[in-house]
């Protein structure tokens, strides 16, 4: 066994490499704008409108995701989950009409997300004492298949748009056969029983708070799966070029991000997320130069590097808020943030670059990011003082 894992249970291994397999084949969401203005004839603010219903299947998913999982078992709703989001991604390839499409774009990520609160669960329940070490396993696997997939979807461009809903659906159902073959059911016995407080995080002043800054930043990453793209191919580089281009985000993550983990690992957690919303914020900023591949790249890069710097912070500081009887309630409202941001991204950017243009929506990103690091130096910092 490779010495990351070394220790960790055999499930969870199991667990990693469906993870990685489902990623390496998740084509579809980063090509979803591309297809629909390319294949479909969608205008921008159309496509905004469309792939919001993505955000708010994820927004939705989470919360009934892991209630269902307390209730059902983390492997059912994994197995069931993993099926139907394959399924979708299916009827999305077919679909031809805006409303069949409206609907199999919501589908693809409220059936296909739910497995994700029980995947995590299921890594809690396995791993009591070191969950910090297999949370960022995940996060590795995660950046590792996202590279890889844009990198086999600029080779699988040649075949069409076809080829990257089968093989995205093929690796889901991969993922959710591994499941049920070697996944062990790890729910608590009695967890049933337990009654849910979905909106407890959310009477939390201090949890509130942050989650707001998360939702700002969710919203700027999110420009990269919905109008970075249209963006990129309104100068001139191709679908495949933006696959080849946006997967160095990856390639840094898994080369850069257990370094900078320990070179952070004493850190303020609030200091270090208004460092990480400032990077972020600069970087899709430069994007408004709109000078070809390279100024692509450089800003990819310094936001990338935004990312790494506060992707390990954000689950502390939920940990650190969150009462020890409420951390998965808690760790689940988290998630939503990033669903909402998925949500309002594509209709606020979408309508902003329709609107206004590229380089407003891109200092407009710029802006916003220097506020949530404004916010996490004051706000979340109080937050952990009182905690």
């Known amino acids: 066994m490779l010495s990351p894992f070394r220790g960790l249970?055999?499930?969870?291994?199991?667990?990693?490499?469906?993870?990685?397999?489902?990623?390496?084949?998740?084509?579809?969401?980063?090509?979803?704008?591309?297809?629909?203005?390319?294949?479909?004839?969608?205008?921008?603010?159309?496509?905004?409108l469309v792939l919001s219903l993505y955000g708010a299947g994820s927004v939705l998913a989470g919360p009934l995701g892991g209630w269902l999982s307390d209730r059902l078992g983390r492997k059912k709703v994994m197995v069931a989950s993993l099926g139907l989001g394959a399924v979708s991604v299916l009827a999305l390839a077919w679909a031809r009409t805006g409303p069949a499409v409206a609907m199999a774009v919501f589908c693809v990520s409220f059936l296909g997300d739910m497995y994700r609160p029980a995947a995590s669960a299921m890594v809690a329940d396995l791993i009591p004492g070191e969950r910090q070490r297999a949370f960022g396993l995940v996060y590795w696997a995660v950046n590792l298949g996202f590279s890889g997939a844009m990198v086999i979807a600029g080779a699988l461009m040649r075949f069409g748009y076809a080829a990257l809903f089968i093989?995205?659906?093929?690796?889901?159902?991969?993922?959710?056969?591994?499941?049920?073959?070697?996944?062990?059911?790890?729910?608590?016995?009695?967890?049933?029983?337990?009654?849910?407080?979905?909106?407890?995080?959310?009477?939390?002043?201090?949890?509130?708070?942050?989650?707001?800054?998360?939702?700002?930043?969710?919203?700027?990453?999110?420009?990269?799966?919905?109008?970075?793209?249209?963006?990129?191919?309104?100068?001139?580089?191709?679908?495949?070029?933006?696959?080849?281009?946006?997967?160095?985000?990856?390639?840094?993550?898994?080369?850069l991000q257990p370094w900078i983990s320990r070179k952070l690992q004493r850190a303020h957690p609030a200091r270090m997320l208004a460092v990480s919303g400032a990077l972020t914020g600069l970087g899709f900023g430069v994007q408004a130069l709109a000078g070809g591949a390279p100024v692509y790249v450089a800003a990819i890069v310094v936001w990338t590097f935004g990312e790494m710097v506060g992707a390990p912070m954000g689950a502390a500081v939920v940990a650190a808020l969150a009462p020890p009887s409420l951390r998965g309630t808690y760790q689940g409202a988290f998630g939503m943030a990033w669903g909402g941001g998925a949500f309002l991204a594509p209709m606020l950017g979408?309508?902003?670059?329709?609107?206004?243009g590229a380089p407003s929506l891109w200092l407009g990103c710029m802006a916003l990011g220097g506020l949530v690091g404004l916010g996490h130096w004051f706000i979340t910092a109080a937050a952990l003082r009182r905690r």
């Open 9 to 48: 249970p055999r499930a969870f291994v199991v667990l990693w490499c469906g993870m990685l397999v489902n990623r390496l084949g998740g084509f579809v969401v980063p090509f979803l704008a591309i297809y629909l203005t390319s294949q479909r004839g969608f205008s921008v603010e159309r496509v905004g």
């Open 167 to 255: 093989a995205d659906a093929a690796t889901t159902l991969a993922f959710a056969a591994l499941a049920a073959w070697k996944l062990p059911e790890t729910r608590p016995a009695g967890a049933k029983t337990h009654p849910l407080h979905i909106a407890a995080p959310f009477r939390d002043r201090d949890f509130a708070g942050f989650f707001l800054l998360m939702l700002g930043i969710a919203v700027i990453y999110s420009q990269a799966h919905c109008t970075l793209p249209v963006d990129m191919q309104s100068h001139g580089i191709s679908a495949a070029g933006f696959g080849y281009i946006i997967a160095i985000n990856g390639v840094m993550i898994v080369l």
């Open 350 to 356: 979408g309508l902003v670059m329709g609107r206004l």
